[in-house]
């Protein structure tokens, strides 16, 4: 069974810098695709980022970034020009791909969660 | 584009009570899914159907926890008997298909079993 770890409870950061969230996971899967979660206090939950294992480039959406190491099982979070709106708690999550009969589906499993609180 | 709904938003009862939680999808979406996310852990999926038949439901406490999808739309999920280590948010999520990335969340349903 997969596991994902978010090793960092709670995280603060000043408006405009910049954090970095942790992740690893374990895995024996050699394709399946890794995601940021942001669930902010209203409690709806939005995708942030998603990665390819099969890509070695890391993904970049505008103020977010990751790092992925494969071979380390570390998929980590950059947040740049950090905002206010930033604060949520984010999700770390894995999926693999399953089969039951013909039908191929993803099944995410979820890290714990971190905590970001931006103070202006 | 309406997003996915969820009622009701909470839910309080007391243990041995019944309790049914409703879902609507984005339109158009042919999977949709049930999550457990008890206070300081991540959702757990529960339940994941494509239109109306069960993809995957092996984290489901089958002795207490139904889930239906009748028409391949909306949803329900009931605890019968609720324990109290039910207390948890119950988040509904859809996505376009199954093999697709992206899944979109409710707003969820906080139930607090006393």
């Known amino acids: 069974a997969q596991t994902v770890t978010q090793s960092q409870p709670e995280m603060s950061v000043q408006e405009a810098e910049t954090v970095t969230l942790s992740c690893t996971y374990d895995?024996?899967?050699?394709?399946?695709?890794l995601f940021w979660y942001k669930q902010p206090p209203s409690r709806q939950m939005i995708l942030v980022i998603r990665?390819?294992?099969?890509?070695?480039q890391n993904a970049t959406e505008n103020r977010f970034s990751v790092n992925f190491q494969k071979a380390a099982k570390s998929f980590s979070l950059k947040i740049s020009d950090s905002q206010l709106g930033d604060t949520a708690m984010y999700f770390c999550a894995f999926m693999k791909r399953s089969w039951n009969g013909g039908t191929s589906y993803g099944k995410l499993t979820f890290g714990q969660g971190t905590i970001l609180t931006v103070h202006p | 584009e309406a997003g996915v709904a969820q009622s009701p938003r909470y839910k309080i009862i007391e243990k041995r009570q019944s309790v049914a939680f409703w879902c609507n999808p984005i339109s158009g979406h042919a999977t949709l899914y049930w999550y457990q996310q008890i206070l300081g852990q991540g959702p757990k999926l529960l339940i994941q159907?494509?239109?109306?038949?069960?993809?995957?439901d092996s984290q489901l406490p089958k002795d207490r926890f139904s889930a239906e999808r009748l028409k391949g739309v909306d949803s329900t999920l009931k605890i019968q008997p609720a324990k109290l280590e039910d207390s948890a948010v119950y988040l509904c999520?859809?996505?376009?298909?199954?093999?697709?990335?992206?899944?979109?969340f409710g707003p969820g349903t906080r139930l607090t079993v006393t």
């Open positions: 999520a859809s996505s376009l298909h199954t093999g697709s990335y992206e899944q979109y």
């Open positions: 895995t024996s899967e050699s394709n399946y695709y």
């Open positions: 159907f494509q239109n109306n038949g069960v993809v995957d």
């Open positions: 990665q390819e294992a099969y890509k070695q």
